[in-house]
């Protein structure tokens, strides 16, 4: 099969979609005459003029305008530039998207997707690495999104542009240039659906994003110590497949969660607190939790390693609780 | 401009069913019927009624936290009003938003909203929507002289005047923002000279005269209609009731709000009808007894309504609601 960049993979579905769909159109900050600042829309630069267009620096109105838009019958595709620029304009989304369609009833189709960065990237600091997907999981009204490879950022963008119902997907800057296998067909993924990437039996890591790909170096790494470990990426938090991560820790008995975000009160703890309420009689050991230290990020660079998580706090865990 | 008869009283009976339904309103909450916040459009109906005047069915509005008035004016159902007022499974969002969320997507009513200024960018993206669309539909936008000081309103007018999108933006100064006089809120005295900031026409009118709003807004309308871009009319008026039902009022003196009861839009729209022999007294007579009928059948309606099955607390998050654990 061909490989292509998250990047390319991206620009695909979107390309796609739009040339099925004339409802679809997409704008942002720096995304028709550049492409992006990680090169997201890179494939996308002199497609569709009047269907792809750059905006000002107005986030309120940016998320806002896309709930009009879908309330019309469009079906906006908005960059957030950077997640932390979510915060700039959050009323839009968390106190109009997230819940016009539920405070009116269920009128209207909400069909809009909000996608854009997040993560860390090359001493970007605290204000431009932030991982902020669960508070739009702790919010109600939105569908979260967030994959890990080519393949997957494919699929469920085209999926989320077939969504009745607003969608944000969060793409790591360090995924949008990693290569991998893209079929040349059509395909979608469903949403609520984890990928079994690795098969083990000892323990059971659950994560998404960058650290999908720190856990699976891990676990070739734990290999080395006779540790077999299952590795689950998500795909999507809203909804979040519950049954394959109790399935999981049924055979394995034992959970380990990775997340780049913050570690006090990140998504781990939710999914922690579902399998211990759920499959406590299967588990042989406490549940531990892989996060970012609770400061933001630093901008020196052993300063962001010290505080984001690798592979390593990844093996720390897994023998922590195999202990 | 010369109207007739019948497009006159017609704006008359919208102002006098608007003013009904918030005289019961106001009635309801007292008598502690009605739970939650309620805010009142009394002494402001000229706005919504003339301004509205000039949309088509496929028009769009968004509206705000005191937005009765926009409802009925775009042509709510008033039965289904107030039955969510009473949180009844029967009201416009089956008793999930109540008086601060009303909203009616096939009539064109984007919302009442609950966050000032909330509405603004939601009108302006509906805008957008349009213009994608190739469309020659309009949207007007409501809000107070409370939402003018967001950050929303900024960043909206802006975003409407760059993209040249169909949008009216309809503020209404009704000189307080919740307890907050505008005079103490705002620096200059025409909120409209801030569309001189985005380069957009902007112009300041009394908004207690059903006429002007009209005449305003129609020339405004005709405008976007045409691909001429947005605008902005602030629409003075006096906010006679509280910021909600129930409001102590300790930021005003009562001689004030009496002051103001003698330029309210219904009188004032009454004293021009007569004056001209368009309204005698038997027409007022019949337009008052029209409304309050169907207001009080709209309480009967609303009473006699099942209140929502519990369960349905967790309906209408999504549209295929099966499969996802909320």
Not at chain 2, 157 to 174: C, D, R, W
Request: overall charge negative; charged content about 25%.
């Amino acid at each position: 099969m061909r490989e292509i960049t998250f990047a390319e993979a991206l620009g695909e579905a979107i390309l796609e979609e739009m040339e099925k769909d004339p409802a679809i159109f997409t704008y942002g900050e720096d995304i028709a005459k550049q492409g992006g600042i990680f090169g997201a829309y890179k494939s996308l630069l002199g497609k569709f003029p009047d269907r792809i267009f750059d905006t000002p620096i107005s986030e309120e109105v940016i998320y806002g305008s896309a709930l009009g838009a879908a309330l019309v019958g469009m079906k906006p595709i908005v960059e957030f530039h950077f997640a932390d620029f979510l915060f700039t304009g959050i009323q839009s989304i968390t106190l109009q998207i997230e819940k016009i369609r539920y405070m009116t009833g269920g009128q209207g189709k909400l069909h809009l997707l909000l996608r854009g960065p997040d993560g860390i990237s090359n001493s970007a600091a605290a204000q431009h690495s932030e991982c902020i997907e669960t508070i739009f999981m702790h919010v109600p009204g939105i569908k979260v999104i967030i994959p890990s490879t080519p393949y997957d950022v494919k699929g469920l963008i085209k999926k989320a542009l077939q969504e009745d119902d607003p969608v944000i997907c969060f793409e790591h800057k360090m995924l949008y240039r990693i290569k991998g296998p893209v079929p040349e067909e059509d395909y979608t993924i469903p949403f609520g659906i984890a990928e079994v990437k690795r098969e083990g039996n000892d323990v059971t890591v659950v994560t998404i994003s960058r650290m999908v790909h720190e856990s699976l170096k891990a676990a070739e790494e734990l290999k080395n110590d006779g540790i077999s470990a299952e590795i689950i990426d998500l795909r999507t938090l809203v909804p979040w497949d519950k049954k394959t991560v109790i399935e999981s820790v049924k055979k394995t008995n034992h959970l380990v969660v990775a997340h780049e975000t913050w570690k006090r009160a990140g998504w781990g703890a939710e999914i922690t607190s579902v399998v211990q309420e759920e499959a406590f009689d299967y588990l042989d050991a406490p549940i531990i939790r892989v996060g970012a230290k609770n400061v933001p990020m630093p901008f020196a660079a052993n300063l962001q390693d010290f505080v984001t998580p690798n592979y390593k706090d990844v093996i720390e865990a897994v023998k922590q609780i195999l202990r | 401009m010369e109207y007739s008869k019948d497009f006159l009283l017609n704006l008359y009976s919208t102002m006098v069913l608007i003013r009904n339904f918030e005289l019961m309103a106001e009635k309801l909450f007292l008598e502690g019927e009605l739970p939650g916040f309620i805010h009142l459009y009394i002494g402001e109906e000229a706005i919504a009624t003339g301004a509205i005047a000039n949309l088509r069915k496929d028009d769009f509005i968004t509206s705000t936290h005191r937005g009765h008035g926009h409802m009925i004016a775009k042509g709510a159902d008033i039965n289904r009003m107030m039955a969510e007022l009473y949180g009844k499974e029967t009201g416009y969002c089956k008793g999930k938003g109540g008086s601060m969320h009303i909203a009616d997507f096939s009539l064109g009513v984007l919302g009442a909203n609950g966050v000032v200024g909330g509405g603004l960018p939601i009108a302006v993206g509906a805008g957008l929507g349009i213009k994608m669309k190739k469309s020659d539909q309009i949207v007007v936008a409501f809000f107070g002289d409370g939402a003018s000081n967001t950050g929303a309103f900024h960043e909206s007018l802006n975003f409407a005047a760059i993209y040249k999108l169909p949008v009216i933006f309809v503020l209404e100064n009704n000189m307080f923002a919740s307890t907050a006089s505008t005079r103490e809120t705002t620096a200059i005295e025409n909120i409209s000279d801030r569309a001189v900031a985005y380069g957009i026409p902007g112009i300041t009118i009394d908004g207690n005269d059903v006429i002007a709003v009209y005449e305003t807004t129609q020339e405004m309308v005709k405008r976007a209609r045409n691909s001429g871009g947005p605008s902005l009319i602030e629409t003075k008026t006096y906010r006679i009731k509280g910021h909600f039902v129930g409001d102590p009022e300790l930021y005003r003196n009562k001689k004030e709000v009496e002051e103001f009861w003698l330029n309210e839009p219904i009188k004032k729209f009454e004293k021009r009808l007569e004056r001209e022999k368009i309204l005698n007294g038997t027409e007022k007579k019949n337009i008052w007894e029209s409304a309050q009928k169907k207001i009080k059948e709209a309480v009967i309606f609303a009473k006699e309504s099942p209140i929502p099955d519990g369960k349905d607390a967790l309906t209408d998050l999504f549209i295929h609601d099966s499969g996802y654990d909320y």
